[in-house]
């Protein structure tokens, strides 16, 4: 027995109607106690306050209370105006920190690349950055890996700055793209 489109709509017309029904039931049809969430188990019983008098104490005191202003306007942002009082000028400042035992030594210079980066380049339209670097007379041609002076290694070129690291201690420095002056 085949079914029509038409009917199938209204079984699942019928089923959604009785799915509604039975939401509607488990929420607003049950009548009867409901707990609620400020109310406790068992019987109500009032509090036993009989004596008052701290309750008014402290009542009164809150309403007794004055106010002091700060000197801080609470309508403008920022930190409250500074004020000095004199006693902390006369007390005398506390001795500096002075480290004890042994010292740290400092931490190794910052890698100078003593040539002159002068000018950025591409032999094919997308093989790698090439960058040029003028040590006085001599122009050497660098890509970025590559190791000059022994101990520097070029890690980035980029448009207008050069990036190396210090082979040996891992310091990184970079160097601004500089024109190298004319003959005069």
């Known amino acids: 027995m085949a079914q029509t489109k038409q009917q199938k709509e209204m079984i699942v ?6 799915v509604a029904a039975l939401v509607w039931f488990a929420y607003f049809g049950k009548h009867g106690t409901s707990v609620n969430a400020f109310s406790a188990r068992g019987p109500y019983t009032p509090i036993d306050a009989v004596n008052y ?6 009542l009164s005191e ?12 609470i309508f403008v942002a920022g930190p ?3 004020t000095v009082s004199t006693d902390d000028k006369a007390k005398p400042a506390p001795p500096p920190y002075l480290p004890q035992g ?3 030594p400092p931490p190794p210079p910052r890698p100078v690349l003593d040539w002159k980066f002068f000018g950025v380049g591409t ?10 670097l003028l040590d006085k007379e001599e122009v050497h041609i660098v890509s970025e890996g590559d190791t000059v002076e022994n101990h520097i290694r070029i890690t980035r070129i980029g448009n207008d700055r050069i990036e190396y690291e210090d082979i040996n201690t ?3 420095n970079s160097n601004n793209l500089e024109l190298p002056q004319p003959p005069a």
């Open 53 to 58: 008098d701290p309750v008014f104490k402290d």
């Open 102 to 104: 042994p010292q740290l």
């Open 13 to 18: 017309l019928a089923v959604l109607a009785v």
């Open 62 to 73: 809150t309403q007794n209370t004055e106010y002091k202003p700060t000197g801080r306007n």
């Open 80 to 82: 409250a105006p500074v």
């Open 170 to 172: 891992g310091q990184k």
């Open 123 to 132: 032999v094919p339209a997308s093989g790698p950055r090439r960058a040029f």
